[in-house]
Each structure stands twice: as C-alpha cells, then as structure tokens.
C-alpha cells in the first residue's frame, strides 16, 4: 500500500467519527466513538505488519483518535 492509501483510510475514519455527532444520545456517540477508534488501532496494527515503514502515531492522529 501506499501512503495516499494510508491518507485515505485515516481520511474516512476521521470522517465517520463526524458521524457520531447526529441525533444520538451521549451514551451512543461515546460508543461510536470508541468502535471507530478500535478500528483505527486495529487498522494501524494491520498497515505497520505489513509495512516497517509506517507512522502508527500520525496515522491514528490523521484518524483523529489521538492526539
């Protein structure tokens, strides 16, 4: 995979997380919050195993699940 790859990956969890914003009560955003972050760590996991190269901190701040 290529970094433009990894771009638009982060791009669209970060953009599902927007998502969680709609009408849902507090208890339900908190819960899609968490499941979008388990996917970007789960994600991440998966990219560095198949790249030595990858940036796990920027791409889970790129997901917008970190800082």
């Not at 955003?29 to 190269?53: K, P, S, W």
Request: glycine share 6%; net charge positive.
């Amino acid at each position: 995979m290529s970094r433009r790859d990894y771009v638009a990956i982060a791009a669209k969890l970060r953009h599902s997380l927007g998502f969680a914003d709609g009408e849902m009560s507090e208890c339900e955003r908190e819960a899609a919050r968490r499941a979008v972050a388990c996917a970007a760590f789960g994600i991440a996991d998966a990219l560095a195993a198949d790249n030595v190269r990858f940036d796990r901190v920027r791409f889970l701040a790129a997901c917008g699940v970190t800082s």
